[in-house]
């Protein structure tokens, strides 16, 4: 077997690893059974709660009313006989710290009792908050090192569930992470704020519509995760994928994904086992994943979810990114979440489908058989385009990361620049708006496929668009731009929050028009007419790929944020402090101490990328190639004493690429050791603009190296070896 030691064992491990344990039976316990067993959900609290104390808490969860501060102890009783009934030990408050990752500080439920034994207890006020050191996680600034007190606050609306592992079981209570001033320090306080907000402003629009007492609204999300499988020797082999997330060296594999014959291919029997194995534990957790599939990339595949409300969504979007990487560990795989783990396929995205609506009208953005008639669905369409063309800025920048740019603007994944993919029948019902007034809708028909035996197919009005970063699919939004390895709260408060605010504008101008006379449909036509013409240039239905468009969109006035540095700042701006400061959603100190937050994660994560690239370099991959040049070199020797003219090509090339990895890497300490004197922003800067292309330079000279020393000393598991072997 070719290849190093360490290279050559991880090979040969992967080569021959057999699936352990007992394949997963599931006509012993079917999905349907399986599915929210242990989650403390609406059934499970009937079956165990007093009725007075069950209507108050599933009032709460359905209208967003304050919650009976006395069912507290009924409710925390009933959790704990459940969760110790099921073999729970401890109980723990899960919260989303500014990391974008899951936190949690665990508990025993027992206590002594004085007499040399033990009691379990839990009582309502250790359910409804909790304490966590709140200077210790990142905060940018609000909290001083020597201000350490935080509390969670229990989030009813999101239940409760219990983890398990080999070892034992958990119950995990999701909560909010506050500051001792009250100030967010998580991901959920904020998107339970724009929950609110978006209720209030659809509310007005929907009284205008004659509904007097409607639902509560809540906006729905359903993430597609894409995501890498390895095999774990190949993970351990590679310190770049142990300690960054991706290969920082790699040359393009000889068969990378131009075949198009991975993408919904046959699923690899030991992969198939992994998705069983974490739709089983995600299904007894309430997550309703549905769609798994393989993805365009060798070795990457997908999991969907269905719709569900977008505070719940997001919770379930963090489990699953904790079950993916636990399960694969079972199965001797390694899951990479980073946005670009590998050059030269393609990197995974979090497509988020996101809609809003209530339980007495339905989905909102549902438009019907005949969209044009449809004034409801019209007002909150108009409502998403004006919102996504005025803060396009903070939609770019909550997607913002180190690990998306790798990602963002490449042909594969959207480009930087927000815009909206509508579709044939939409964009004309909105043309003939602006032109007047909508008289028709595009019909979809039926799709002829020429064989008697096949069934005709209904045939949409319009096709998809897959290079739009926020495109409408049919009766939702799909933000395409999310990194796969984010938490997707801060797209889903930017959402909710820019749609809140546009349709409080609509409402007020619906509000004004009616009380002065004029018809509802009338001024309904003049605020849709106006929306077009004002925030029309958002709309694009071309290819966001194309050198074009992003000439095209430069002359439409739509923001163009290449990188995380260029977009982060966006979070700075007056529109987007005033935006979350009028619907209460963050405070300015609260949006500067995100800004802050995440320019200092970029900056350390192009730093630890940076360090790696030196060391790795300079340990593992000069060494392997100054070996190769001395045994070129002694072999021209010994064929020129011989009285042969030696062949000194192979040599050259050799000797060149190590002093470009050389001068590569002299580049890179230069460029390491000259940075954060100016605040975060200019580190930043410094990173994007030297340090990144620094380190582009030395993996130029270690990928050609890896295409030319022989394959039995190059030291790395390669992009061929990782990618196909499975």
């Keep these: 077997m070719s290849g190093s030691k360490s290279r050559r064992e991880a090979v040969t ?7 352990a344990g007992v394949p997963l039976d599931y006509k012993e316990s079917p999905a349907a059974s399986l599915f929210g067993t242990n989650v403390f959900g609406l059934s499970t609290m009937k079956a165990t709660l007093p009725k007075e104390a069950f209507r108050s808490v599933k009032r709460t969860i ?14 925390a009783a009933a959790m704990k006989a459940w969760a110790l009934g099921k073999g729970a030990t401890h109980y723990a408050h899960v919260f989303y710290p500014l990391t974008g990752l899951s936190a949690a500080k665990q508990d025993s439920f027992l206590s002594p009792d004085g007499e040399g034994g033990a009691i379990t207890e839990f009582a309502g006020k250790t359910l409804v908050q909790g304490e966590s050191d709140a200077s210790s996680f990142p905060n940018g600034g609000i909290r001083a090192t020597s201000e350490a007190r935080g509390y969670t606050a229990w989030d009813v609306t999101s239940p409760a569930y219990l983890l398990e592992t080999t070892n034992g079981t958990t119950l995990c209570i999701p909560t909010a992470f506050v500051s001792w001033t009250g100030e967010a320090l998580d991901k959920k306080t904020p998107l339970l704020r724009s929950g609110q907000a978006l209720n209030t402003q659809v509310t007005r629009i929907l009284k205008l519509f004659g509904h007097e007492k409607p639902g509560m609204v809540v906006s729905y999300a359903g993430a597609e995760q894409e995501y890498f499988l390895i095999d774990k020797h190949f993970f351990y082999a590679r310190p770049d994928l142990l300690n960054a997330g991706r290969a920082l060296f790699g040359a393009k594999p000889p068969k990378g994904q131009e075949f198009e014959d991975h993408y919904f291919g046959v699923i690899p029997e030991r992969v198939i086992a992994f998705m069983m194995d974490s739709d089983r534990e995600l299904f007894k957790l309430g997550v309703p994943v549905k769609t798994r599939h393989n993805e365009v990339a060798p070795g990457q ?36 979440l980073h946005e670009k783990p590998f050059a030269g396929v393609n990197g ?5 489908n996101y809609s809003f609506g209530n339980a007495t009208e339905g989905n909102l953005l549902d438009p019907g058989e005949t969209p044009h008639e449809n004034a409801q669905f019209l007002v909150f369409c108009g409502a998403v385009i004006r919102a996504v063309h005025k803060y396009a800025g903070l939609l770019r920048a909550v997607i913002a990361t180190a690990s998306n740019d790798h990602r963002l603007g490449a042909n594969e994944a959207p480009p930087a620049i927000i815009s909206i993919f509508l579709g044939e029948q939409l964009a004309d019902v909105f043309e003939q708006i602006r032109s007047g007034g909508a008289k028709s809708s595009k019909m979809g028909g039926t799709l002829e496929i020429g064989v008697d035996a096949l069934p005709k197919l209904p045939r949409d009005a319009g096709d998809r668009n897959r290079t739009s970063p926020f495109a409408f699919t049919g009766n939702r939004f799909e933000f395409r731009a999310v990194g796969s390895s984010q938490s997707i709260a801060d797209p889903l408060v930017a959402l909710n929050t820019a749609i809140a605010e546009s349709c409080d504008a609509i409402a007020t101008k619906l509000e004004a028009a009616v009380t002065s006379g004029k018809k509802l449909n009338a001024a309904i036509q003049e605020v849709l007419a106006e929306i077009i013409t004002q925030h029309g240039a958002v709309v694009f239905d071309g290819n966001g790929y194309s050198a074009e468009w992003h000439a095209e969109a430069e002359k439409r006035g739509l923001p163009n944020y290449k990188t995380a540095v260029d977009a982060l700042p966006v979070l700075q701006q007056k529109d987007v402090l005033a935006l979350f400061d009028k619907y209460k959603v963050l ?70 690429l190590i002093g470009k990895l050389q001068g590569g890497l002299a580049g890179l300490e230069s460029a390491t050791s000259h940075h954060g004197a100016d605040g975060a922003l200019a580190e930043a800067k410094h990173f994007c603009s030297s340090v990144l292309p620094a380190m582009l330079k030395v993996r130029e000279a270690a990928d050609g190296l890896e295409a030319v020393v022989d394959d039995d000393l190059w030291p790395l598991p390669t992009f061929q070896e990782i990618l196909f072997i499975k």
């Design 13 to 19: 491990a992967a080569t021959n690893y057999k699936e």
């Design 62 to 75: 359905e209208t967003g009313s304050t919650l009976d501060p006395r069912v507290a102890d009924v409710v």
């Design 301 to 336: 595949f997908e999991v969907a979810p269905v719709f569900e409300s977008a505070n719940i969504a997001s919770d379930h979007q963090q489990m699953v990114m904790i079950m993916l990487r636990r399960v694969a560990e079972k199965h001797g795989l390694v899951c990479l």
């Design 348 to 352: 995974s995205g979090k497509h988020v």
């Design 587 to 656: 405070s300015p100190r609260e949006v500067h101490s995100r800004y802050e937050t995440y320019l200092e994660h970029y900056n350390k994560s192009v730093n630890v990328e940076a360090n790696l690239t030196t060391k790795i370099a300079k340990t593992i991959i000069l060494p392997a190639a100054l070996h190769y040049q001395r045994e070129l070199a002694e072999g021209a020797t010994a064929v020129k004493a011989a009285g042969f003219t030696p062949e000194t090509t192979v040599l050259k090339q050799v000797t060149d």
